[in-house]
């Protein structure tokens, strides 16, 4: 049975009702239940604004137009969704005997294969099967970021759950001109095989999805962004180089990293108390033993332009002082069986639950009074998937529901309760840095990282199509820990190429922050409190000898010139939602060999970025995207657009291309640019000889 409620089309057979219904311009929400009522939550999407859409109903189904998008419903529940031309954009996968009334004969099937199979749990809800076809020459970009160096996303199996490193944020654009939200927070699994698209999750009450329609990747990208919202706009401060390691252990230590930076001139943003400052997991605040002078650490680099960001984990020590009020309360994550220990570094710690209203308000509360009170305004948002000393999803039970059902909106629930905080206190325009994102976590100031990664040329190469799904995912801040996180000697020669090869990465991705955990590692100061923890060795520019060193701040003195240019960039993601790194397709989707390209990226409309991503390399090949003239940045030469250049890359330069014409940088701060010196020293010298 098919109706037409209001401005939605509703479609009713054995039990289950279907939705759809206009959400913003061009878009539409579908949701369907085997339920007494259809849920209600939003999840990820905001309240759209009221458009005009054309609703009609046949016996041989319902059709819902809205602008650039039309859904077609059979009379078999079969959904069909097509832009304004006519094409098939997304067709839902059916194989069944029945025949709907109107339909060809050739697509009965004795396979009898739903494409909305609602599967009961016995004593529970459904477990969801959601099938689509699929267009083999069809090309896939989004869903957040994976440790794999694929961009295109056809032909890949990825789960739908949070973990260290790995950030699911299950928003696709497609090269056939739509994108696609699974607007649901449980766990689960998507193929984007060549034969069958399909969507699972093991429990859950109803199925949900937005679907929009787009002439041009970037026009797709603004409408998702109007949907779920967009990131405020960043701070000035944070457009420059952030400093970290792993960790500094003492407020002095700190200090005096941070003095040197300034006696030496480097322009530094941002420097970062990592975790374990404070006496015990679940009472976040500065141990007095080590941090005896907050206020005063805060503002002696306040009047050095540096400012200071601390980690927060969302780990409750059970001898802590608040855990048994949390416990009272229910703030915190429960476990259907077994011993109630969830994490067991330094420790037999339970995760506060970010689901649940008061245990946010509460745990920002002693945030305000312990970090707040000395001026600080940025956090790290640690641990934020949450971290399981055991990825088992069924294990786990929030106040919204089981894991299984809601888990992967932990991470943007948790920057959710920094944002409410910060904004509450007067502060404008949150920047938090968080290991993990669900959709929607752009709009709570989530500026996230990949985790704690490898440092190896592989991995550093998994970072480029990681950092640009995450984009095109709509989570505009992103970045990495320049040189990876785990290992590497700053004495190592092979560290040290891969380690500037990272951070000429890092100075075009959308924040510049070093950070890692390197060797070799020093003891802990004590027995008790913030003293229990070792640190990584030296992860400061001039760690690395005096010729990295060169090399570095001439990059970092590159990003300080381009702030004008990037913050542009930012203007843009808070107002559009546009990527700030995007694939060359994002601005030149008329070029068809723009989308195969995987290993090269935009740095805002006008620059080319091309890093080195092998060992021992001194050149690369670099794809000019067609539509354009470019201009190679370290030497000047002008070349034209559709072609692929053998271009120069000695260590100390990263191949760079400006958009001809563009008004890139406000002074010379590369060779090729007008007016700008024709050689450089740090041009010649190469660290590995």
Same mark, same amino acid.
């Given at each position: 049975m098919i109706d037409i409620e209001s401005q939605r089309l509703v479609y009713r057979h054995d039990g289950e009702t279907l939705w759809i219904e206009p959400w913003g311009a061009d878009a539409l929400r579908v949701r369907a239940t085997r339920g007494a009522e259809m849920p209600a939550d939003a999840w990820a999407l905001l309240e759209p604004p009221p458009c005009a859409v054309e609703i009609e109903t046949s016996a041989q189904g319902g059709t819902i137009r809205n602008g650039k998008l039309t859904a077609r419903v059979n009379s078999?529940?079969?959904?069909?969704?097509?832009?304004?031309?006519?094409?098939?954009?997304?067709?839902?996968?059916?194989?069944?005997?029945?025949?709907?009334?109107?339909?060809?004969?050739?697509?009965?099937?004795?396979?009898?294969?739903?494409?909305?199979?609602?599967?009961?749990?016995?004593?529970?809800?459904?477990?969801?099967t959601l099938r689509f076809e699929s267009n083999p020459e069809e090309r896939l970009y989004g869903m957040g970021q994976y440790q794999q160096p694929f961009l295109n996303l056809k032909g890949c199996e990825l789960e739908l759950a949070q973990r260290n490193s790995q950030a699911s944020v299950p928003f696709v654009l497609s090269s056939l001109g739509y994108g696609f939200l699974w607007n649901n927070p449980a766990i689960g699994r998507v193929s984007f095989a060549r034969n069958l698209t399909t969507w699972e999750a093991p429990s859950t009450q109803g199925l949900d999805y937005w679907i929009c329609a787009g002439d041009t990747p970037a026009e797709i990208e603004q409408a998702y962004a109007r949907a779920t919202g967009t990131v405020p706009m960043m701070p000035e401060f944070a457009m420059g180089f952030w400093q970290c390691k792993l960790r500094y252990r003492t407020q002095e230590e700190l200090l005096s990293v941070a003095r040197e930076y300034h006696r030496r001139g480097l322009p530094i943003s941002v420097i970062v108390v990592d975790f374990f400052h404070?006496?015990?997991?679940?009472?976040?605040?500065?141990?007095?033993?080590?941090?005896?002078?907050?206020?005063?650490?805060?503002?002696?680099?306040?009047?050095?332009?540096?400012?200071?960001?601390?980690?927060?984990?969302?780990?409750?020590?059970?001898?802590?002082?608040?855990?048994?009020?949390?416990?009272?309360?229910?703030?915190?994550?429960?476990?259907?069986?077994?011993?109630?220990?969830?994490?067991?570094?330094?420790?037999?710690?339970? /995760?506060?639950?970010?689901?649940?209203?008061?245990?946010?308000?509460?745990?920002?509360?002693?945030?305000?009074?312990? $970090? !707040? @009170?000395?001026?600080?305004?940025?956090?790290?948002?640690?641990?934020?998937?949450?971290?399981?000393?055991?990825?088992d999803f069924d294990l786990y039970?929030?106040?919204?529901?089981?894991?299984?059902?809601?888990?992967?909106?932990y991470p943007r629930l948790y920057s959710q309760g920094f944002y409410d905080g910060l904004t509450g206190a007067g502060w404008e325009n949150p920047i938090h840095l968080v290991r993990c994102a669900w959709a929607g976590s752009q709009r709570y100031g989530a500026l996230v990282w990949s985790g704690d990664i490898h440092?190896?040329?592989?991995?550093?190469?998994?970072q480029v199509a990681a950092g640009l799904n995450m984009g095109i995912a709509g989570i505009p801040w992103w970045t990495?820990?320049?040189?990876? /996180?785990?290992?590497?000697?700053?004495?190592?020669?092979?560290?040290?190429?891969?380690?500037?090869?990272?951070?000429? $990465? !890092? @100075?075009?991705?959308?924040?510049?922050?070093l950070h890692g955990d390197r060797d070799p590692h020093s003891p802990p100061l004590g027995t008790a409190g913030g003293g229990v923890c070792g640190s990584g060795a030296a992860n400061e520019v001039w760690s690395y000898g005096e010729q990295v060193y060169e090399i570095c701040v001439r990059y970092m003195n590159l990003r300080e010139k381009l702030k004008p240019y990037i913050a542009a960039l930012m203007k843009e993601a808070h107002e559009r939602g546009t990527p700030v790194i995007r694939p060359l397709f994002y601005d030149f989707p008329e070029d068809p060999a723009a989308w195969a390209v995987e290993d090269q990226f935009l740095f805002g409309?006008?620059?080319?970025?091309?890093?080195?991503?092998?060992?021992?390399?001194?050149?690369?090949?670099?794809?000019?995207?067609?539509?354009a003239d470019w201009r190679d940045a370290w030497t000047g030469e002008t070349c034209a657009g559709g072609q692929v250049r053998d271009v120069e890359a000695p260590l100390a330069r990263i191949p760079l291309f400006v958009r001809d014409g563009a008004a890139l940088l406000p002074t010379d701060a590369l060779p090729g640019m007008p007016g700008a010196r024709t050689s450089d020293r740090s041009d010649k010298s190469d660290p590995s000889d």
């Open positions: 078999a529940g079969k959904l069909v969704f097509s832009n304004a031309q006519g094409r098939v954009l997304l067709e839902e996968y059916v194989r069944q005997r029945r025949r709907a009334k109107g339909e060809p004969e050739h697509l009965l099937s004795a396979l009898n294969i739903e494409a909305r199979e609602f599967k009961p749990i016995l004593g529970g809800d459904y477990s969801l404070w006496p015990m997991q679940g009472e976040w605040t500065f141990d007095p033993e080590y941090w005896p002078d907050p206020k005063g650490m805060v503002e002696e680099l306040r009047e050095m332009g540096i400012e200071l960001m601390v980690s927060v984990w969302p780990t409750v020590d059970k001898r802590s002082r608040y855990y048994g009020e949390m416990l009272e309360r229910g703030y915190l994550v429960r476990t259907d069986r077994g011993v109630r220990t969830e994490s067991e570094f330094l420790g037999n710690c339970v /995760f506060y639950d970010a689901t649940h209203p008061g245990a946010r308000k509460y745990v920002w509360e002693r945030i305000k009074a312990n $970090y !707040g @009170a000395h001026g600080i305004r940025l956090f790290w948002l640690d641990e934020a998937e949450p971290e399981y000393a055991r990825y039970r929030y106040h919204l529901g089981p894991n299984l059902q809601v888990g992967n909106i440092s190896s040329f592989a991995c550093l190469r998994s990495t820990d320049i040189g990876g /996180f785990h290992g590497g000697n700053p004495d190592d020669p092979a560290f040290r190429e891969l380690f500037v090869r990272w951070f000429q $990465y !890092g @100075a075009f991705c959308p924040v510049m922050r409309p006008d620059l080319l970025v091309a890093p080195v991503l092998e060992a021992g390399a001194r050149r690369r090949a670099v794809r000019l995207p067609a539509g």
